[in-house]
C-alpha cells in the first residue's frame, strides 16, 4: 500500500519559514518523483515544485523560485519543502503526490497523494 504522508505545514508571520515534510511508504524514491501541490481556498490545485531523486533534477514553479528548496533523503524515503520568506498568497493547503517517472506540471498525473498540511501566513 503507498502512503504518503505530509508533516510540518502550520501558521508563521510573513517573511517567516516552514519545513514541510513527506514521508513515502510503498514506492522508492529511485523510481517515483514528488511534487508538492499546493491549494488556495477557492482556486484549484497547482504544481509547485517536484523532485527525481534518482538524479537530483528539480523543478519550481516561478513564484516560489528562489524561496523554496526541495530536497530528498533517501534513508528515511522523504521529501522536504523547505519554504523561506512566507508570503500572505503562500497560504493554502500543501500536498505531495507521487508520480511516474518524470516531474510533471500537470496536476492530473500525479498517481498517489497525501492528505494535505494547511499552511497559513499571517501579516
Known amino acids: 500500500e503507498v502512503q504518503l504522508v505530509e508533516s510540518g505545514g502550520g501558521l508563521v508571520q510573513a517573511g517567516g519559514s516552514l519545513r514541510l515534510s513527506c514521508a513515502a511508504s510503498?514506492?522508492?524514491?529511485?523510481?517515483?518523483?514528488i511534487g508538492w501541490i499546493r491549494q488556495v481556498p477557492g482556486k484549484e490545485r497547482e504544481v509547485i515544485s517536484c523532485?527525481?531523486?534518482?538524479?537530483?533534477?528539480?523543478t519550481y514553479e516561478d513564484s516560489v523560485k528562489s524561496r523554496f528548496t526541495i530536497s530528498s533523503d533517501y534513508a528515511k524515503n522523504t521529501v522536504y519543502l523547505q519554504m523561506n520568506q512566507l508570503k500572505l498568497e503562500d497560504t493554502a493547503v500543501y500536498y505531495c503526490?507521487?508520480?511516474?517517472?518524470?516531474?510533471?506540471?500537470?496536476?492530473?498525473?500525479?498517481?498517489?497523494w497525501g492528505q494535505g498540511t494547511p499552511v497559513t501566513v499571517s501579516s
Open positions: 510503498g514506492i522508492s524514491l529511485d523510481e517515483y518523483v
Open positions: 523532485i527525481s531523486s534518482s538524479d537530483g533534477f528539480t
Open positions: 503526490a507521487a508520480d511516474y517517472p518524470f516531474c510533471s506540471t500537470r496536476v492530473a498525473n500525479y498517481r498517489y
